[in-house]
């Protein structure tokens, strides 16, 4: 087994459910309409994932990590939040890594801190990509589209790749599930424990289906 899959899977085993207090969030705050979702739940229910709805990905295909990458759009990028951007009306989500989340039904993503406060990780999320794309062109490659008509992209803006840059700095994993492209990168971010793994979280997939709303 790859050594860097099997580190990432025994501290996957080893991470246990925190019950946290919300004190007052590092960060930004959120919507005062909509009170902070804890970051993990004791009671978090394990069902069957298919009885909810996921708007994130949702697509089923692997991406071919060797393929040579072509850019076929560009422009300037509004953020929508840590993987997910529009350029020129289209909306690209992210191939290969999975950021927390800012504004899921009304619910922003937090993270836990060594020191035990906790921060708001998916807003944090959200301005590191804005950060690191500052206004500059941004270039996409096409993908495909997932169910939900969103671009699977992997993009560069000032020939930085946006997706490894937030996944290094630990704003973002790597969704191996999908692609083990930025697969060095969330284990350079665990072994620095930079961004969430300075401290607890629950993984956005995770985090999304607690915070889902049932078909």
Known sequence: MNLRLFIIMILA?????IAAQLDAPLGEPSDSSSPPSPIQSENFP??????????TLGDERISDDNKPLVFIISGKAKVVDGD??????????????????SYYYGQTQYCQRPNGKIWACGKKATSKLKELINGKTVQCTDEGEDKYGRTLSICFANGVDL???????????????YSRRYENEMVEAMTERVGMWSGNFLDPEDWRRENSVRD
């Open 163 to 177: 997706q490894s840059e937030m996944v290094r700095s630990g704003m973002a994993v790597a969704y191996l599930r």
């Open 84 to 101: 997910t951007i529009t350029i020129n009306r289209t909306k690209i989500r992210f191939s290969g890594i999975d950021a927390p989340e």
């Open 46 to 55: 394990l069902l069957d994932p298919r009885n909810y709805k996921d708007d």
């Open 13 to 17: 085993l080893c991470a246990q459910p």
